[in-house]
């Protein structure tokens, strides 16, 4: 093809791309300019221009101008399959990119034998091979951070790919399992995810011996190991506990966190499979639930419907009474994926938990280990109107300190005048979980208002009637750090020492010291708190007030507080 043909037929292509690129423009989109959508244009005609089928052609590029006209173009070419959007927008906010533009034309196009672009096919096109052709701009981003970004999405369109291909069979599987468990709630649990509650990801048989087969979808690329030795030990042992032979699937939540349709953990459902009634090995359906199974009804989820039904009869609620309906409604907005996998004492705790607050929103704080003690759900309820990014932050690093535990995953949910947030933590190997009513009363005592908590802390220890005076006092004299700190309780003692040199006068002694230990603090640490009554000199440098010097193996370290 000579040089004028082929600019004649760049220019063609880019005017058909062009103008589907303009159609597929969604009502609320800004429209492009004429200058804007020749430029898009010509970049997706650029980053389509080869590509070997059953492979994705990513391409991504700077545009340089005026301040206005700073950002960054990706392309996306792929086959049509589903999962491709969501996948790829939630790849990119999760490489801290905000989405300002994203268009999806999906073509009917034909290419030659070395995969190059010939032709956009117009018309119905009937029998023509569908491409998917994803525009996005974003604000620009540094040559290491495109590395990084084009990494992630081959990674995340790689699982799309693996798990559309692998569709039919990731069903088939689940299919078998349920046909095999005794435990018919269990068996039409796994029905009810197959017929599409259910966005199923990956398969994979783990035997006793610690090796895998018939890896499925994403189990045959990067998330071939859903769980680690340990955990699938103790899985093995579940199975063959007391009463649990026949039961399943047993659920549980992976450390992988899903590539495909939204960035969440992966949700495992096992299943023991037995030969010659023996346990062999376990069956691993990993997937996410879709939308449909998380709002749907708890009457009409399998295994649910059943802990709904004892409850009503346990408490003897009528299902049109108050209470009735208040349990319904409790179990319809507490998360599916969670409540699944919980006991029937964990899941009754934490419904009457709900009920209970939904008409008298407080603070609580409540505490459930998974199966296999491999993570812990902290459930937080809080007043809407008290509810910031501030006060979820300040509860994850209480969690977080109080479980030794990293942060996995987090969720918040408004219903009526009460917020309730959700955390997934991961637990280390070996884990000891907090005590849950301290750190219920932590909670209320950071939600309550600093000055009611340290004036309730000060009616304990002194006389009730004075508390809210000295409370009004010293109170807002503590800085945050402090706050976050130390809390409530030690403010209290703090005040208590300085109103006590303060109250024998210039005669009495200036200074005052304490030894004492927090919760927390290793073994072998002892912290010295010293107190000043005016002047410019303190032990550790802090001047009037308090200071603290923490001591362990020798070594100290000060803090101003």
Known sequence: MGAKSASSAAKSLEAALAQRLSAALLPGDAPFSAEGLAAAAAFLRSAAGQRDSGEVAITIETVSGS?????MRIGVINDDMPFLVDSIATTIAAQGLAIDRLVHPVLPVRRDGAGVLTEVVEGEAAGEKRESMVYLETRRADARQRRALESALRATLGDVRAAVADWPRLQQAMADDADSLADGEGAALL??????????????????????????????????????????????????????????????????????????????????????????????????????????????????????????????FAPQGHAGKALVHAL??????????????????????????????????????????????????????????????????????????PLLDWSLEVEGSLAMLRFVLDLPEVA???????????????????????????????DPSRAAAIAARFAEAFPLAYRSAYGPAEAAQDIARLRKLAGE???????????????????????????????????????????????????GSADRT
């Open 67 to 71: 301040a206005a006209e700073r950002f």
């Open 191 to 316: 029905r009810w995810f197959k017929d599409g509650m259910l966005t199923q990801l990956g398969h994979v048989l783990r035997h006793r011996d610690g090796s895998q087969s018939g890896a499925l979808g994403i189990c045959r690329r990067g998330a071939k190991s859903l769980l680690g030795p340990i955990s699938y030990d103790r899985a093995f042992a579940w199975f063959e506990g007391k009463g649990r032979a026949g039961r399943g699937p047993l659920v549980v939540k992976s450390n992988h966190v899903s590539n495909v349709h939204r960035r969440t953990p992966l949700d495992l459902f096992i299943v023991p499979v037995f030969e010659g009634g023996k346990l062999e090995s376990l069956s691993v359906h990993a997937g996410i639930w879709t939308s449909a199974g998380l709002a749907a009804a708890p009457t009409q989820v399998p295994r649910m419907r059943t802990q709904l039904s004892d409850l009503m009869t346990r408490f003897g």
């Open 332 to 405: 319809t907005a507490l998360p599916h994926d969670l409540l699944i996998g919980f006991t029937d004492d964990d899941l009754e705790r934490i419904a009457t938990t709900m009920m209970s607050l939904v008409d008298r929103p407080r603070p609580k704080l409540a505490l459930v280990p998974a199966a296999l003690m491999r993570h812990v759900f902290a459930f937080a309820w809080l007043p809407r109107d008290i509810m910031s990014t501030a006060t979820r932050k300040q509860i994850e690093a209480m969690l977080v300190e109080a479980c030794g535990a």
């Open 432 to 462: 000891k979980l907090p005590d849950e009513a301290a750190l219920d009363a932590r909670l209320q005592g950071m939600l309550r208002g600093w000055n009611e908590a340290v004036e309730s802390e000060i009616a304990a220890s002194e």
């Open 505 to 555: 006068g210039e005669a009495g002694p200036r200074r005052d010291a304490r030894l004492h230990r927090m919760a927390g603090d290793e073994a072998g640490t002892l912290r010295l708190k010293v107190y000043q009554r005016g002047g410019g000199y303190c032990p550790v440098r802090c001047g009037p007030g308090a200071g603290e010097l923490r001591l362990s193996g020798g070594r």
